[in-house]
């Protein structure tokens, strides 16, 4: 194996200019490893979703099958990589005694080396870089420099979506709390208007009308503003309005 980065190897920003998702951006990582081992015929990129392994893109032919049989038996160089955070390598399967029958079933399916790089590792979105060789040390000639700066920028790619995935998932919830505050105002603001009342006093009042209804104080008062205007508030639950 050598050493160092190969000129033409694409980076991060250029893949992602390229990439209109990140499995598009993915697979690019994928294909740009494949090319950086010569002695490799397939490359899998591993993630873990929901607590399961999937491999989300592949590029040659090897690693669907041998990804799948090792997520079957809940063992495999791939594996080690993503839950353990090392790299693996197999330079001999048939020499290997690791993984219970796996390494049997590669060297059935033709496979005699593999080399796995842990992406993300210790994260909930961990992964792993897998290449598969059917030759015996099939990685000699392979640029671990370049598939390292691979596996980091994958790292960096899915750090980047899980980030604009979290802020998306905070504006929506941001946004649902600043409708139901907006909605409960109102409500407030009818019962302050028939009760003559102070605005704590409103919101006591709701509250205790929603906890013996049993119904969310901000459904309750969805419900109050309906009947009063006509039209529910967005995102309310349907009421006919008072006659």
Not at 49 to 54: A, D
Not at 100 to 120: E, K, Q
Not at 164 to 183: C, E, G, N, P, Y
Not at 223 to 239: A, C, D, E, F, H
Request: glycine share 8%; hydrophobic share 40%.
């Amino acid at each position: 194996m050598t050493d160092g980065l190969t000129p033409g190897t694409p980076d991060l920003v250029s893949l992602l200019l390229d990439s209109d998702t990140l499995d598009e951006f993915l697979q690019a990582l994928a294909e740009s490893a494949l090319a950086q081992a010569p002695g490799a015929d397939g490359c899998g990129i591993t993630l873990e979703r929901q607590h399961r392994p999937l491999t989300v893109v592949s590029a040659g032919i090897s690693a669907p099958p041998l990804d799948e049989a090792q997520y079957a038996q809940d063992d495999g160089p791939c594996l080690e990589a993503l839950r353990e955070g090392h790299e693996v390598s197999v330079g001999e399967m048939q020499l290997e005694s690791r993984w219970n029958g796996y390494p049997a079933f590669a060297v059935a399916a033709g496979t005699r080396s593999s080399f796995s790089l842990p992406i993300a590792a210790h994260s909930h979105t961990a992964g792993a870089l897998n290449l598969y060789s059917p030759k015996v040390d099939g990685f000699e000639q392979a640029d671990v420099g370049a598939l390292r700066d691979l596996a980091a920028q994958a790292t960096g790619a899915i750090a980047l979506a899980q980030r604009l995935s979290d802020t998306q998932t905070f504006t929506a919830d941001l946004q649902a709390a600043l409708k139901s505050r907006t909605v409960i105002d109102q409500a407030a603001g009818i019962v302050m208007n028939q009760r003559r009342c102070s605005a704590e006093e409103a919101l006591a009042t709701l509250r205790r009308a929603s906890q013996h209804r049993n119904v969310k104080l901000r459904d309750l008062c969805a419900q109050l503003v309906g009947s009063i205007s006509g039209s529910m508030p967005p995102g309310g639950p349907r009421v006919r309005p008072r006659p």
